[in-house]
């Protein structure tokens, strides 16, 4: 059965850095645009936060995260990655990661949800 496997996440402290990772079981990720989309507390809509294109060679990142976030992938681990960096408590919530339909289009297939909770 198809899965998207996430790990990383946990209570921060503001300032710090914080890597997320996805890895897909059951299915290959290769040729497949991704992303990363959060939920934050109290809210209905999952913002995306980052994408990246089957290639590896385009990435699309928020603007509200100003630079402190980065995508990548590495297909022969059939993984996805989001490294975050100066985190601040805006940044709590629950991150996603999402094989897409194409580049900034979030798709059907999400992985499990990992918190990130930043605070002092």
């Known amino acids: 059965q198809p899965q998207l496997v996430q790990s990383g996440g946990g209570l921060v402290q503001p300032g710090d850095s914080l890597l997320l990772s996805c890895t897909a079981s059951?299915?290959?990720?290769?040729?497949?645009?991704l992303g990363w989309f959060r939920q934050a507390p109290g809210k209905e809509e999952r913002e995306g936060v980052a994408?990246?294109?089957?290639?590896?060679?385009?990435?699309h990142l928020a603007n509200s995260m100003n630079g402190r976030v980065a995508i990548s992938r590495d297909d022969a681990k059939n993984t996805v990655y989001l490294r975050m960096k100066n985190l601040k408590p805006e940044d709590t919530a629950m991150y996603f990661c999402?094989?897409?339909?194409?580049?900034?289009?979030?798709?059907?297939?999400w992985g499990q949800g990992t918190q990130v909770t930043v605070s002092s």
């Open positions: 059951g299915f290959s990720l290769k040729n497949w645009a």
């Open positions: 994408c990246i294109n089957d290639h590896g060679s385009a990435t």
């Open positions: 999402n094989v897409e339909r194409r580049l900034g289009v979030r798709g059907n297939y």
